[in-house]
């Protein structure tokens, strides 16, 4: 393929992910189920298609968006929900992969139970990208969020040890259950120590500079250095890049600059948006070509071996959801709850330890029933499979493999679109959302809390040997920080005095950040109106709208990365 004809592939894919995301911006449709929908389309016509390979997506997309999706999640929520991650990115993994391999062997001639935990191990994981998109949409409880955002963090690694594992076993190897298990306590432990060390090297890094653009570049290269480095001892490239990337963010708001993290959020942004693109276009234009592999197999046999996969995917996550309600306390998988968390509004308050009732909460049926239809499969599906040997230790054609091709591209095909386009509608029906009243009275007290401590930081620095310039600034700052102080007790006092769901979050309002924006809008063709005057120079209009720019972002943007 010449290189005119990738340079139009990636232009044209470009475009694509443009327009998909055009339309689910306004239809409210999950861009991944468009995009996958686009692909599969688009590999049905005549042309240059783009066939996966295993390693390219192992190595140069899965780690960059693992790391974003690290970035975004919460290491305090998941450490505090950590049995009921362990739960579904452990447990549910190999109960998976072990029930499609019982199920593939039985009932599908010719298969054994290696050759059917080799497709098991590969549809176990779900991957969380298109649930979480529509998830943060439709507004779910910060909970929920934590057990998708934390399965879809922490079940590859599983998944991909298994794999490893049930393809060694299936090519002859035989199978060694002490040794399946060093297997997966390497690459576990292995996995969490790079991803330890890493975001330990980076962390020192950012204090050795504040260059944004060196950061920047450190911030872009660190899930490769992570992923190959634990892949290089054996160890989980996928769990290493999550440690890591949970661990950096969770040290981010401390150890870079506003202006650095304001950078970094939207270089990671453009990333993850295009190459998330990219993989569910990827996983429609794989259609064609695994349907060429099915000839040697009858149709009766493909029905039997796709519906037995999808029937164990779909029956055996909720089944297991509902038996870890039920499960005596010491073994149940339930969520440790951070929206109790009590605080008095003071500078110096701090968060209320959870008492035994806080730290465990039953699931009910509708969040059972979310948490179940969020098992979309994805990218990380397919690469696993492609990663079949074509033939045995013997030299035999591995057995099976087309097949198992399609029962993956099947399973992936019909969560990820069939789950993921009626994902938001189920939650709405169902009512699972959190209460907006509660969310801003939360976000108000943290910002009171802070203003607070910041009056406080002003009381140290005015002390009787303190200059008399540094007196006057801070008289005016503490002016400012006082006004603040009042304006959002005075919406926090609204809040308090109401628990309507409709209530508007006074700082989210969409009227107010419409307003506020027109207001930025304003000065900033003020200025260009200077500039266009010959009053002002660019240089000086460019530095004033940067510092435009970072109000306007500061509307929307709620996390520091």
Not at 183 to 205: K, S
Not at 504 to 529: C, G, S, Y
Request: overall charge neutral; glycine content about 8%; hydrophobic content about 55%.
């Amino acid at each position: 393929m010449g290189l005119h004809i990738v340079l139009l592939l990636l232009l044209g894919a470009v475009g694509v992910i443009v327009a998909v995301h055009w339309i689910a911006e306004r239809t409210g449709l999950p861009s991944a189920a468009l995009l996958a929908l686009g692909g599969i389309g688009y590999a049905f016509l005549p042309g240059p298609n783009v066939a996966l390979h295993p390693e390219p997506v192992l190595y140069c997309i899965l780690p960059p968006l693992l790391y974003y999706a690290a970035l975004e999640s919460s290491l305090v929520a998941i450490r505090r929900n950590m049995r009921a991650v362990i739960s579904l990115s452990v447990a549910l993994v190999l109960l998976t992969a072990c029930s499609v391999g019982v199920a593939f062997g039985l009932l599908v001639g010719g298969a054994t139970f290696a050759v059917g935990t080799v497709l098991g191990a590969a549809v176990a994981p779900p991957d969380p990208v298109a649930a979480l998109a529509v998830a943060r949409k439709v507004g779910l409880p910060p909970n929920i969020i934590t057990l998708i955002e934390g399965e879809g963090l922490l079940n590859d690694a599983t998944a991909l040890t298994t794999l490893s594992v049930a393809i060694a076993a299936a090519s002859g190897a035989g199978f060694s259950a002490p040794a399946a298990v060093e297997e997966f306590l390497l690459a576990a432990v292995g996995g969490f120590a790079v991803g330890a060390i890493i975001a330990v090297c980076r962390r020192l890094l950012s204090r050795w500079t504040s260059d944004i653009l060196t950061l920047n570049a450190v911030s872009l290269a660190t899930p490769f250095v992570a992923y190959l480095v634990a892949e290089e001892i054996s160890a989980s490239g996928v769990l290493a890049v999550v440690v890591c990337g949970l661990i950096v963010g969770h040290d981010l708001p401390r150890s870079e600059s506003g202006a650095s993290r304001l950078q970094t959020r939207a270089v990671w942004r453009l990333v993850n948006f295009l190459l998330e693109g990219f993989v569910f276009l990827l996983i429609g234009q794989q259609l064609p070509r695994i349907l060429k592999g099915l000839d040697d197999y009858s149709l009766e046999i493909i029905i039997v071996a796709v519906a037995i996969t999808l029937a164990v995917v779909l029956l055996v996550r909720p089944l297991w959801l509902l038996l870890t309600q039920i499960l005596p306390r010491p073994l149940h998988t339930r969520l440790g709850d951070l929206s109790n968390t009590a605080f008095d509004g003071s500078a110096a308050s701090a968060p209320v330890g959870p008492t035994p009732d806080r730290d465990s909460q039953r699931l009910s049926g509708r969040e059972l029933f979310v948490l179940s239809w969020a098992g979309t499969r994805g990218v990380v599906s397919l690469a696993a499979i492609f990663t079949v040997p074509l033939v045995t230790n013997t030299g035999a054609p591995f057995p099976q493999r087309d097949l198992l091709l399609f029962c993956t591209l099947v399973v992936v095909l019909v969560t990820l679109i069939g789950q993921g386009l009626t994902f938001a509608p189920l939650a709405r029906a169902l009512g699972i959302r959190v209460k907006a009243a509660d969310e801003s009275r939360l976000r108000k007290l943290a910002r009171v809390a802070a203003i607070r401590a910041a009056l406080d930081r002003l009381d140290e620095l005015n002390h009787p040997n303190t200059p008399a310039a540094d007196r006057r600034a801070i008289d005016v700052v503490r002016q400012q920080l006082s006004a603040r102080l009042a304006a959002q007790q005075q919406q926090l006092d609204v809040l308090e005095v109401s628990d309507a769901d409709d209530l508007p979050a006074f700082p989210d309002d969409e009227a107010l950040l419409k307003i506020r924006r027109a207001a930025i809008d304003a000065q900033r063709e003020e200025m260009v109106r200077w500039r266009d005057a010959g009053l002002l120079a660019d240089r000086s209009l460019r530095a004033l709208g940067r510092a435009l720019d970072h109000e306007e972002g500061m509307l929307t943007v709620s996390r520091p990365w």
